[in-house]
């Protein structure tokens, strides 16, 4: 039996894929491993919790003390890692938080892996879970390949760039089996309303501004979270070791078209008048350091390991504006309290 510590389960991508492991891998033992911050929430896998071969663990990966005790105690045989801080506008306000999860944490688990595995290097897996903005940024041409040399901008790829440095060099220099995979925006359920596609879906429900940087030009490369999901199952399971696979869903979008395409979405699920919803649509100021463009090869990962996306985006999207609709408990929930205070701070004096 497989016992596999997947750290940050709570929060968005990271429950998908608990979900995801937990219902197709009755026989493996499944770890949650997660803080609960503002981003986590148990109530994102609330229809699983009570399965067998799942348990949440609360704990901060970069207190080293609980980290090397859950190793010990635990005998984990994989990692796939997760937790992260992974709002890009919070890392402007707050970069040193990012410094601490992103880097420090991922190097406190590399530690109690390389200890704890010793000897067995080859029967056990350390797989990290990274961004295509460490990348930094594309002109109006070209797409990220694995080769693309590393050159972050903001505090949190930045933070994201270290701590794939760190898995590779734990690779190279102690011979951890390592795998890390570089992934395009995601959208989909249990999105935590900071991100464009669940803010803009929440404001325009509730008749908001929805707030575009800049001239809403920069451009983004979505994937359905759930594709994410399985193309993590798939390299987890048929990777060799110290490889690096780019997921994307080449389906780049500029701000403000997709922005558009999701009022129009919600003028015919709310009943409203054909460009309604658009006209509250704002421009603020722009993102400090704001990356123009990416875009994912995923050439590698569809000749190697036989993925590709699942649905196309206008499919993802209409099931993701559903989910929202139909799940206004959870939105509620998540934007209580705390969020309010964030979106003052970061929207009232745009
Ligand atoms: P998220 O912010 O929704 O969730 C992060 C989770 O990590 C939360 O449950 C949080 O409680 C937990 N966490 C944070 N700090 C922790 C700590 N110190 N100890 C233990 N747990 C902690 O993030 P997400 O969007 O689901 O992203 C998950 C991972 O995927 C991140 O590593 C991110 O860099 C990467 N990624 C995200 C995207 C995207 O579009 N969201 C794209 C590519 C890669
Ligand atoms: P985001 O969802 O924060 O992801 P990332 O910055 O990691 O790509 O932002 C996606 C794009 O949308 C990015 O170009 C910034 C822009 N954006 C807005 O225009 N308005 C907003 O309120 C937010 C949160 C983002």
């Not at 701590?163 to 734990?170: E, G, K, L, M, T």
């Not at 575009?212 to 060799?240: C, M, P, S, T």
Request: charged content about 25%; aromatic content about 12%; glycine content about 8%.
């Amino acid at each position: 039996m497989q016992k596999i510590i997947i750290t940050g389960g709570a929060g968005f991508i990271g429950s998908h894929v608990v979900r995801r492991f937990v219902k197709t891998y009755p026989n493996y033992n499944i770890i949650n491993l997660d803080k609960l911050t503002y981003a986590g929430n148990l109530e994102n896998l609330r229809d699983i919790e009570n399965e067998p071969n799942y348990r949440f663990i609360k704990g901060d990966i970069v207190d080293l003390e609980f980290i090397n005790t859950l190793f010990d105690s635990e005998q984990p045989d994989a990692v796939i890692h997760l937790a992260a801080e992974s709002h890009v506008d919070r890392s402007i306000t707050n970069p040193l938080e990012f410094v601490m999860t992103n880097v420090v944490g991922t190097v406190n688990l590399l530690n109690a892996a390389r200890e704890n595995w010793k000897g067995k290097y080859d029967k056990t897996r350390f797989y990290h879970v990274s961004t295509d903005e460490v990348y930094g940024t594309l002109g109006e041409d070209g797409m990220f390949t694995e080769e693309t040399a590393y050159d972050p901008h903001s505090p949190y790829s930045a933070s994201k760039a270290s701590s794939d440095h760190f898995v590779r060099a734990y690779q190279d220099t102690y011979g951890l089996n390592a795998v890390i995979s570089n992934c395009s925006n995601n959208y989909g359920s249990f999105h935590f309303p900071e991100k464009l596609i669940p803010l803009a879906i929440n404001n325009i429900k509730q008749n908001k501004p929805v707030p575009v940087y800049g001239k809403g030009e920069n451009i983004r490369d979505w994937l359905w979270v759930e594709d994410h999901a399985r193309a993590i199952d798939v390299i987890f399971h048929n990777a060799k070791a110290g490889q690096t696979y780019n997921i994307g869903g080449h389906n780049e979008w500029k701000n403000i078209d997709l922005i558009n395409l999701l009022c129009t979405i919600l003028d015919k699920k709310l009943g409203r008048e054909a460009g309604e919803s658009a006209k509250l649509i704002t421009y603020v100021t722009d993102r400090a350091g704001h990356d123009l463009r990416y875009a994912i090869d995923a050439g590698k990962l569809k000749s190697e390991l036989g993925w590709v996306p699942s649905i196309t985006f206008e499919e993802g999207l209409e099931k993701t504006v559903d989910w929202y609709l139909a799940n206004e408990e959870w939105l509620d929930n998540v934007t209580s309290g705390n969020y309010q205070q964030y979106y003052k701070g970061q929207y009232n004096n745009r």
